[in-house]
Each structure stands twice: as C-alpha cells, then as structure tokens.
C-alpha cells in the first residue's frame, strides 16, 4: 500500500504528466469555443433568411396591390381609432387634410358663400380662474374659463375635442365658400369668454358658433342641447332671434344626422358669451363625456369629422332660410 501511494504521487507530479493534462484542456476549451462560434454563425443565417424572405413577401404584396406606405401603416389607417391622446392628435393639419377630401358641396352652391362665420373652440388648456363682467356694466361677475369637462372614459379633456371638431368644421366651411375666423386654432387661449365674443364682434361674424361637450352627474345621458342667448334688453335683443333660428337648425341637423338624443334649445342668461356678443351666438353641447360611450365617440376622428359635418349643414340650412 505503502508502495502505491508513492508510485501514485510520482506520477501525478511528473512534470510530462502535468504538461499532457494542460494540452488536453486547452484543446477541450479550444472545441467549445469553435461549437459556440458555430452555434452563433447558423443563427444568424437562420436570422437573415426569415428577414429576406419577409422582406420578399412584403414587396410582393404590395406590387400586387399597388400600396405605396408598408403594411402595418395601412392597418393602423384602416383600422378603428388612434390612441386617445392622438385621436387626432387630433389636432390641425392632419384633421385638415382629412376634411379637405370630403368638404362638399362647391362654394358657387352653397348658401354659406362669403358669410362671415366665427368658430370658438370652447375653453382651453390654460386654465383662467380670473373673473370678468357676466356683461356689458354688470356687477356680476364669472369665472374666465374654469376649463370644462374631462372624459369619464378617455380621461381626455373638453378643449381637445372641441378644438378638433372646430377644425374639422372650419375646412368644410371654407370650402363651401364661407371666411372663418377661430378664436383660437392651439390648446391655448389668453382671455375669457367676454374677449371671444369680441372677437366675434370685431370680425363682424354673421353667426358666432362655441362649440363644447357637455356632462353630467348622471353617466347615462348622452345626446345634444344647442344653447342660444334670452331676450335681455340692452344686451341681447338685437340678436336673439337670429340665434334661435340657427340654435334650432344646428339642434336638428345634429340630432337627425348623428342619431342621438334630443336635449333642444336652451335659452341662457348667464352666460358672457352670449351677452357680450352683438353678433348672432349659439353654442351647440354635441355630446356627453360623462357618457363612456359617447366620450369614446367624441375621440374618434371619424366622429368627429361627423359632427363637424353636422354643424355645417344646420349652419347652411340656417343661412339659406334667412336668405
């Protein structure tokens, strides 16, 4: 026994024996490495021919059907709405763009050719608790803009989707032949409601339309009101009918083409932008954000494309009565 361990201790510190061990495992390291190489090298082939041959695919669609953008931009063209705080991002050009194509019919046909319209995007992004005259010499006052409501679904605020359709309705108006003035075309407006009826005044508008969205407590309610200012002597008595008729055609024409329900007219006396206006003002509430379902709607660009279409054929109907 004795005799053996030594012989065992000679052997393994034989210097021929370490040497031999040290070759084996440079090899065995050697073999991995050129295994993982390997490895990594069909990998990647494998990886460029699934991308060659999507690619491949791609290009065949679309010389098949003579598509210009890839794919998945169609889809999302295609397909329902845009995320919500893009519904349009709602917002300017790209709106703009989309109603030019649809705006109709030619101005030389219309009843709105070279009327004055002032279109007022109700409230803004900046809010202004600031007060103001709720009219001209009155000693009651009102807050500027508290910044009205937000959408109980969307989360998405009043000003976005008012400034949205107001675009929308702007280019299918001035296509019909109309100049319109907009008391503000970005998410900001520095002043109350007193400074956009001048506005109105100021452009000598033949109608002054603030377009808002309306809420409630009750989240079931949905639909539309069109407000119009009461007969106040001294303030309102010289446009108030006018602002009936047009609260009357735009309530209908946005009920009948938007089948939803019917709030009416309303007569206001408290609002400043009704009594500071010397110019024919309604304000048409086009759908409930407190209402899930309408709230989605009134973020989806085609709906609003809908409504901007609605208010302009109440408006046209309303000019074409007074002619």
């Known amino acids: 026994m004795f005799i053996v361990l030594i012989m065992d201790d000679l052997s393994t510190n034989n210097p021929d024996n370490r040497t031999r061990r040290r070759k084996l495992q440079l090899a065995r390291r050697r073999r991995q490495r050129l295994v993982f190489l390997g490895a990594v090298v069909v990998l990647l082939l494998v990886l460029v021919a699934v991308v060659v041959s999507r690619a491949l695919s791609s290009e065949q669609l679309k010389s098949s059907s003579g598509m210009s953008e890839p794919l998945d931009a169609q889809a ?13 991002p709602v917002e300017g050009p790209a709106t703009n763009a989309r109603t030019a194509s649809v705006a109709a019919p030619a101005a030389a046909g219309s009843s709105l050719a070279g009327k004055v319209i002032v279109i007022d995007p109700g409230h803004a992004a900046n809010t202004d608790m600031g ?14 803009d508290p910044g009205g409501t937000s959408g109980v679904a969307t989360g998405v605020r009043e000003p976005v989707v008012t400034l949205a359709i107001s675009l929308d309705l702007k280019t299918i108006l001035e296509a019909k032949g109309a100049r319109v003035v907009m008391t503000r075309e970005s998410d900001v407006f520095n002043g109350g409601n007193r400074e956009r009826a001048q506005i109105a005044n100021q452009a000598g508008g033949q109608l002054f339309i603030r377009i808002h969205c309306d809420g409630s407590t009750d989240n079931s309610t949905s639909g539309a009101s069109t407000l119009h200012p009461a007969l106040i002597p001294g303030w309102t008595d010289d446009i108030y009918s006018p602002s009936y008729k047009a609260a009357t055609a735009v309530q ?5 083409d938007l089948g939803i329900p019917d709030h009416g007219t309303v007569e206001r006396s408290d609002m400043t932008g009704f009594n500071w206006a010397d110019v ?16 989605v709607r009134l973020n989806s ?14 408006i046209e109907v309303y000019f074409a009565a007074a002619s």
Request: glycine share 10%.
């Open 76 to 88: 999302s063209t295609v397909l329902g709405p845009p995320p919500v705080e893009a519904s349009r």
């Open 131 to 144: 007060m103001e005259p709720a009219g001209p010499g009155s000693s009651i006052e009102k807050v500027k």
């Open 252 to 256: 209908s024409a946005l009920v009948t």
């Open 280 to 295: 024919p003002a309604i304000l048409p509430e086009v759908g409930f954000m407190s209402n899930p379902g309408e709230d």
């Open 301 to 314: 660009a085609d709906y609003q494309l809908k409504v901007a279409q609605a208010l302009a054929r109440g």
